[in-house]
């Protein structure tokens, strides 16, 4: 039991020797864990359908090749690639290799990819044809290895997959499924997809991925908030002024302007990788850190955020569209002039929503979140603001004592910093105070560990059979119940987005939200 909740969260961690691990379990749990791993690994046979697609071309088959290469793969278990292209597997491997070259940001090792290209395989199937699943026979081996099937495709085809493998006869009660967002468009879609699932799969055999949920310094959010007592005392409306959660990227679409039209950076960043970060920072501490304790908690708080309709929309939210403007020196065109763009859309490429929480930890406590396509840099960035102190002694120093704050970087250049005041040492008689950080860099505090990316870290749980980093049936529906109102809302005042330049930060109109509320964005 107790090595269950070890191996739900950090098993990665501890294999890669990952201090985030040492901060939580004491040596004790560590010693007992690798006393049950062979128990707990079982070769598979991982299918993935869409393996010559995007994510598998760009994600998959070097987070696979990262976890051969630090051989956390069952020895026995066997990787298929299935598509609708007439290749043969010698063509596949030659893929996976080209995909290695593009997207491994590493060396290719040939005795690691020897053996990983040994257990590759590829069968063409048209997966709207029943029929065509049979050929799965000739590859599986259930008596022997866990079919876990990785939908990397586009939704439409969740049915007919689940259709296939169902009548095919080779599902077993340990077979999983894993499936990637857009897990629908909106709370009817994704419920559709649900019951196709449900029809086949019971719910501990179905594994929804949030790749937010891989990252290390995600998951970090626990340990931070859950081990440290300066913060499980310090973490409510009595001590906390606001929250910012920015989630900031510098690229465009990317050649996904046909999906991303469709969907819009609320659905496509907000409804999920935001959600969830959110939901870490402001759950309440969950029983223990097993799948149903810590779900508990997020839907909790996915349930008390407080709606936004077409009578608040206004005020809460800002839509922007980013315009042609320049990145990193270089000019890049907007949004409307993509590959492949339609001139008229209207479709919002940056979100800002000042977002409450009506539960009593978080009583008068805004949460203000933004995301956004084409912005100055990439960064993922929590900032806890602190409310400030009552009474001002250091007058002489500030007028007004500034707030300390406590800034976690996600991603580029992961760790925490606290914002603090110090006195600044001399000897002239005066209390001169300065602000300063405690700056706890990720990079160089664990420098000897391997950063294992969110992906890596999901399949192999996924393979393992723990569902903790999954997203379960009502997190996803509850979230899309509260994205579907401001969804709503925006059809209902049906006004342009904002233009921004790229890179820039986002429309004016997004300091305005906070400026209104008598704060401001934290900037570099
Ligand atoms: C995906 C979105 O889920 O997350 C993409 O569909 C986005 O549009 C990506 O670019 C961002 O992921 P990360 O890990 O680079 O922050």
């Not at 910012?244 to 302007?257: D, K, L, N, P, S």
């Not at 990079?443 to 569902?467: H, V």
């Not at 980093?469 to 005042?493: G, M, N, P, T, Y």
Request: some cysteine.
């Amino acid at each position: 039991m107790l090595v269950r909740l070890v191996g739900s969260l950090l098993r990665v961690a501890l294999l890669s020797k990952l201090s985030l691990l040492e901060l939580v379990w004491d040596r004790h749990f560590t010693i007992q864990w690798h006393m049950q791993k062979q128990e707990i690994f079982k070769p598979c046979d991982l299918v993935i359908y869409g393996a010559l697609g995007d994510l598998s071309t760009r994600k998959l088959i070097s987070s696979l090749y990262r976890l051969e290469k630090a051989g956390l793969i069952e020895d026995n278990t066997r990787i298929t690639g299935v598509d609708l292209h007439a290749i043969n597997t010698s063509e596949f491997i030659q893929t996976a290799q080209k995909s290695l070259l593009d997207f491994l940001n590493e060396e290719i090792d040939e005795t690691v990819w020897k053996q990983f290209s040994d257990r590759l395989s590829y069968l063409q199937i048209d997966l709207t044809q029943m029929d065509q699943y049979k050929k799965l026979n000739t590859v599986i081996d259930p008596e022997n290895r866990v079919l876990v099937n990785y939908f990397s495709v586009a939704p439409f085809l969740f049915k007919h997959i689940c259709q296939g493998l169902d009548q095919s006869g080779i599902l077993t009660k340990e077979s999983k499924v894993v499936m990637e967002k857009p897990l629908g468009h909106d709370l009817k879609s994704s419920q559709d997809i649900n019951d196709a699932f449900a029809e086949v799969f019971n719910e501990d055999q179905i594994f929804r991925i949030d790749h937010y949920l891989g990252k290390e310094t995600v998951l970090n959010l626990l340990a931070l908030r859950f081990a440290n007592s300066i913060f499980t005392s310090n973490w409510d409306h009595n001590t906390i002024d606001s929250i910012q959660i920015t989630v900031a990227e510098e690229i465009g679409i990317e050649g996904r302007w046909g999906y991303f039209d469709h969907t819009g950076q609320l659905r496509d960043m907000l409804q999920n990788h935001l959600l969830q970060i959110l939901t870490f920072i402001a759950m309440e501490p969950p029983v223990n850190l097993e799948a149903k304790s810590i779900r508990r908690e997020k839907i909790k708080v996915l349930e008390a955020l407080r709606p936004i309709t077409a009578d608040n929309a206004a005020e809460k939210t800002i839509r922007g569209q980013y315009a042609a403007g320049f990145l990193n020196g270089a000019p890049v065109p907007g949004y409307l002039e993509e590959e492949g763009a339609n001139p008229e859309s209207t479709t919002e490429s940056f979100v800002a929503l000042r977002v409450d929480i009506d539960n009593w930890r978080w009583a008068n406590v805004p949460f203000y979140l933004r995301t956004g396509k084409r912005m100055q840099n990439k960064r993922t960035e929590i900032v806890i603001n602190f409310k400030q102190l009552a009474h001002n002694i250091f007058k002489d120093s500030f007028f007004v004592l500034p707030a300390n704050k406590l800034v976690i970087h996600l991603q580029q250049q992961e760790g925490v910093e606290i914002h603090m005041l110090n006195k600044v040492p001399s000897i002239d008689g005066n209390i001169k105070l300065q602000k300063t950080k405690l700056d706890l860099s990720f990079s160089d505090t664990f420098k000897e560990n391997t950063l294992f990316g969110g992906y890596e870290r999901l399949i192999l749980e996924a393979m393992r059979g723990n569902p903790t980093l999954f997203l379960s049936r009502e997190e996803i529906e509850q979230a899309w119940i509260w994205v579907d109102s401001i969804q709503d809302a925006w059809k209902h005042q049906n006004e342009a987005p904002k233009p921004y330049p790229a890179g820039s930060w986002g429309p004016v109109a997004s300091v305005a939200l906070m400026a209104r509320d008598g704060r401001d964005w934290e900037e570099e």
